[in-house]
């Protein structure tokens, strides 16, 4: 049996992991060995604990107000002394946080193959999204298996020089995530929340936490949600709000007064993914939320000049709005008063996946075992 090291660290990165590591569970050559960086600590065991997952190592890196070069160094050498204590097979990781570029360094470092889920996405902006755009470049000359979700993924790549044999065409796994987990979640959370007035009003679910719309750009985010509650009051928007402090203290006082706007913690994954199929639409900046709308045909008013996930632009599920409040307000307000606008975003488009990255990816795996049981 080969041990897979399996680190994540945000929430994101455990949304779309969950499904690997239940495909791994579920093989008679594999074990995952589940690592959590911290880097969204209790966020993290909220997504594992909705997929029944336990995790093996908590790392602890998190401090208050650190920064990213901070967390750069005692990810290095929390990682690095993981690798050194915990003889593993292979490590997965995800996506293009700072966990998953340090969590791919360091197996480097260990000359440990690693994998990695989600490779090939670019907007071609090495500052936006930042740092996440270089993390993926980075990790993409690090990485032995690279599980493109796309065909345009896998076109960068090739680009890139990666070799077509280690360019693997999976499909995205949070597609996965989101049809395990929707068989299992109810609307009771949004009806506690939201209470029987409120039901029936329509929604608009809103994410926003990246790092390159933090100050300014953000500001003139909220104002734009406080321009749509008041100009709105037939609608009810429902914000989670990420712990990031210099989030909350932008984004809290002009949005905390207003009677159809509720703002609230971050929603365990079951009550998100509720509060998205009941949402007639959604703002957000997140890249998962992009491609599970999609999957799910819900808009998306994306508050990026730039995507990774040009996918679901084609399919005519995203918008690109950037932060700037005249075009917020402007193009929501067109979606909640034409219904032939909003007619036009809500088909559902397979585009992110088939509900078997998961699977697909164990089995890349799986057949790279060699016989004296190493991959290197």
């Known amino acids: 049996m080969h041990t897979i090291a399996v680190i994540a660290g945000t929430r994101p990165e455990a949304i779309k992991l969950a499904p690997v590591i239940q495909a791994l569970s ?10 959590s960086t911290s880097q969204h600590r209790e966020m993290v065991g909220q ?6 997952i336990g995790i093996d190592h908590d790392l602890k890196v998190m401090r208050p107000g650190q920064t990213l070069w901070h967390l750069s160094s005692r990810l290095a050498e929390r990682l690095g002394e993981f690798f050194q204590e915990h003889p593993v097979s292979a490590v997965l990781v995800q996506g293009d946080t700072t966990s998953a570029f340090f969590g791919g360094l360091c ?9 990695h889920v989600e490779a090939g996405l670019r907007t071609g902006n090495a500052y936006s999204p930042f740092p996440e755009e270089m993390n993926r470049k980075l990790l993409g000359a690090l990485a032995m298996w ?5 065909r345009q993924a896998k076109k960068y790549l090739r680009n890139e020089g990666v070799p077509a044999g280690q360019i693997h065409l999976t499909g995205n796994t949070v597609v996965d995530a989101l049809r395990w987990m929707a068989l299992r ?6 009806k506690r929340l939201l209470g029987p007035r409120r039901m029936h009003h329509r929604l608009i679910l809103v994410t926003c936490h990246r790092r390159e719309n933090l100050g300014a750009p953000m500001a003139s985010v909220a104002r734009a949600l406080a321009a749509l509650a008041q100009t709105h009051p037939d609608v009810v928007i429902v914000f989670p709000v990420h712990p990031n402090p210099s989030v909350r203290e932008v984004m809290q006082p002009p949005l ?12 365990n994954y079951d009550a ?10 959604v703002i957000s900046d997140s890249g998962g939320v992009q491609e599970e709308a999609t999957a799910l045909g819900k808009p998306v008013l994306v508050l990026r000049k730039e995507t990774e996930r040009q996918e679901g632009v084609k399919a005519g599920a995203l918008k690109l709005v950037g932060t700037d409040e005249n075009v917020i307000v402007r193009e929501s307000a067109k979606l909640l008063n034409d219904p032939v606008a909003h007619a036009r975003m809500t088909r559902a488009s397979d585009v992110f996946g088939d509900g078997q990255a998961a699977e697909r990816i164990v089995r890349v795996l799986e057949s790279s075992v060699l016989p004296m049981g190493a991959w290197r």
């Open 26 to 35: 579920r093989s008679t050559m594999l074990a995952p060995l589940v690592v």
């Open 47 to 52: 997504v594992f604990g909705a997929f029944d």
């Open 107 to 115: 197996a480097y470092y260990h000359k440990i193959p690693v994998g």
């Open 146 to 150: 690279h599980f493109a979700p796309t």
């Open 185 to 190: 979640c109810s609307l009771a959370p949004v």
């Open 256 to 267: 905390k007064p207003l009677l159809n706007v509720v703002l609230c913690e971050p929603l």
């Open 272 to 281: 998100f993914l509720a509060f998205l199929r009941h949402a007639y639409f």
